[in-house]
């Protein structure tokens, strides 16, 4: 068995559970659609050389078949809408609450790759989907209403459930992708896209994208390149290479670090609220069985 897609997965884990603490370390007056923004388009720069300097993924791009680039600039759309719901949900709810929330997108990703993959979904899924939507109902339900003695809000958890919806779906098309699109080829068009996407957003919403400080921006580069270099980038490739459901299952790992990160780290100090950590245990628990498939728990 190759072992390359699984330590780039690990790797990719490792980054991007960085990826919240990043954001909710940047200054309170700039926007999380300025955040987004910058986000994505720092990381298409860092890869941006890769496509002008190789001549193998410029005539790639220029030959992609006219549906597959179609895709790919939906993916890009959806990837923006990811990156701002779930970006903006971390100004109303905690990180562990959102990273826990968009983490769960294997509830979506199982049954979809089921009818459309025909990747076999077994009962001990379909308790799984069960088992995550009852630890959401308790996330999400238990911290309502709490106002002040918690960090969560109704509104930040909706936002991280949509994009985690929209992280699903991101996931999704991916993998039907980058079946024949080589990764470099597949996030220059993709990151591009949604960094256009993001572009428009912010003049639509009439988000200032000039109001940030040096740190402010050194922050979100540093994001760039740990969360999406080494996490997004190392995750769409291995997703040429492992079953969707395996590549969402091993994102579990991102709200445990996030989670402890954001509770460590000094200038951040966030203790996740009673229902946040039953709720997310259970989330979690019922996304493990999600992206598991019963042949191999029986040999686990």
Not at 44 to 51: E, G, K, Q, R, Y
Not at 67 to 77: A, D, E, K, N, R
Not at 128 to 152: E, H, K, P, Q, R
Not at 285 to 291: A, E, F, H, M, P
């Amino acid at each position: 068995m190759d072992k390359k897609p699984y330590i780039a997965l690990f790797i990719s884990v490792v980054s991007v559970s960085f990826a919240a603490i990043f954001i909710v370390s940047v200054s309170e007056n700039v926007s999380p659609l300025s955040i987004s923004f910058y986000r994505l388009l720092f990381t298409f720069l860092l890869i941006s050389p890769a496509v002008f300097f190789v001549k193998k993924y410029r005539e790639e791009i220029l030959g992609l078949s006219r549906s597959t680039f179609f895709i790919m600039l939906g993916i890009g759309v959806i990837l923006a809408f990811h990156f701002a719901l779930w970006i903006t949900s971390l100004d109303y709810t905690s990180v562990a609450s959102s990273v826990i929330l968009v983490t769960a997108h294997p509830v979506l990703v199982a049954p979809v790759a089921h009818y459309f993959f025909k990747e076999k979904l077994s009962i001990v899924n379909v308790i799984g989907i069960s088992v995550s939507l009852i630890g959401v109902a308790i996330l999400v339900i238990g911290n309502y209403g709490l106002g002040s003695l918690t960090l969560d809000s109704l509104e930040g958890n909706i936002l991280a459930i949509l994009g985690g919806a929209a992280a699903g779906l991101y996931i999704l098309g991916g993998r039907k992708v980058r079946r024949s699109v080589s990764v470099v080829s597949y996030a220059f068009v993709v990151y591009g896209v949604g960094t256009v996407v993001l572009f428009f957003v912010c003049l639509f919403f009439g988000v200032s994208l000039y109001n940030l400080n040096l740190v402010d921006y050194e922050i979100i580069f540093m994001m760039a390149v740990v969360s999406g270099v080494f996490g997004h980038t190392f995750y769409n490739w291995s997703l040429g290479h492992v079953r969707a459901s395996v590549a969402s299952v091993v994102l579990l790992g991102e709200p445990l670090g996030s989670t402890v990160l954001a509770l460590m780290l000094p200038w951040i100090q966030q203790v996740p609220s009673y229902y946040t950590a039953v709720g997310g245990s259970i989330i979690l628990l019922g996304v493990y069985l999600t992206s598991r498939n019963t042949k191999n728990l029986l040999h686990t």
